[in-house]
């Protein structure tokens, strides 16, 4: 009589095999996905006015819903882009000022920025920028080790002024 130990333990093996296969693996042997329906309506857009749109008043909104948010600490400059929908204009907030100066859009005079202007501070070799919140406070990251908050542009010290609200060119 023959032995059959050794085909059941290649049987064993196969199943081992197949029980701790990939998902992937599966996925290959899974049926066809079924073709994706014409769409009946145009896709979902931002509507005016919401976070990142394009607009001051979704600028300042996208702050609002960050508040907190940690993961924008050193990367101001790519908040307030993606506060206005953008991203990667700017290499850092001095430079941001710098081009607002070579195209007179800054404002120096002390005047209160309306809301959605970017608010610069020369901080360090990058500088440092923010969105206002049109009373004479901002929103940026950097507050308490976060997005958030603050009254008055004296929050950072060197303030240089503000350029137009506009999405960043």
């Known amino acids: 009589m023959r032995n059959h130990r050794p085909g059941l333990l290649a049987a064993a093996g196969l199943a081992t095999a197949l029980v701790l296969a990939p998902l992937t693996a599966h996925s290959a042997l899974a049926a066809p996905a079924a073709a994706a329906e014409p769409a009946a309506t145009a896709p979902a857009t931002i509507a005016p006015h919401d976070a990142g749109d ?3 008043a979704g600028a300042v909104e996208w702050f609002k819903a960050k508040q907190g948010d940690s993961s924008y600490e050193n990367y101001c400059e790519k908040a307030v882009e993606n506060a206005w929908g953008v991203t990667g204009v700017w290499p850092s907030a001095i430079d941001h000022w710098n081009g607002a100066v070579n ?3 800054a404002h120096t005079d002390g005047s209160t920025p309306p809301a959605g202007a970017f608010v610069y501070w020369n901080t360090n070799q990058y500088g440092h920028v923010g ?5 004479g406070g901002f929103y940026s990251s950097s507050i308490d080790g976060a997005i958030g908050h603050a009254d008055d542009p004296s929050y950072f010290v060197n303030y240089l002024g503000w ?3 506009q999405v960043p060119a």
């Open 131 to 135: 969105i206002a919140d049109g009373n």
């Open 163 to 165: 350029s137009d609200p």
């Open 103 to 105: 195209a007179g859009k």
């Open 54 to 56: 394009g607009t001051a």
